[in-house]
């Protein structure tokens, strides 16, 4: 079984910075891509960033392209989430996703705040 732990919510001020970290965890033999999802209540979650194992390509949304970096350690099976030049928009539940051994797994989420 794989799990996806997260952690680096909490609360910034408008302009502020964060960085998520999400490390998997359990029986992995192949980690082929990481990412991140965000969602608001009422609202369908949002793919924000996403990185290959394999080469490393990274894909953005547009809402964080630019202000957002995706990055990941291979060997210690994480990804990482730097969050700079943050707004009261991109408050959200932040979730972490892998498609590891064929399969999707999902972090249990972790709050960011943005206060204006």
């Known amino acids: 079984q794989v799990q996806l732990v997260e952690s680096g919510g909490g609360l910034v001020q408008t302009g502020g910075s964060l960085r998520l970290s999400c490390a998997a965890s359990g029986s992995i033999f192949n980690n082929n891509a990481m990412g991140w999802y965000r969602q608001v209540p009422g609202k369908q979650r949002e793919l924000i960033a996403s990185i290959l194992t394999k080469g490393g390509s990274t894909n953005y949304a547009a809402s964080v392209q630019g202000r957002f970096t995706i990055s990941r350690d291979n060997a210690k099976n994480t990804v990482y989430l730097q969050m700079n030049s943050l707004k009261p928009e991109d408050t959200a539940v932040y979730y972490c996703?892998?498609?590891?051994?064929?399969?999707?797994?999902w972090g249990q989420g972790t709050q960011v705040t943005v206060s204006s």
């Open positions: 996703t892998a498609h590891i051994n064929f399969r999707d797994y």
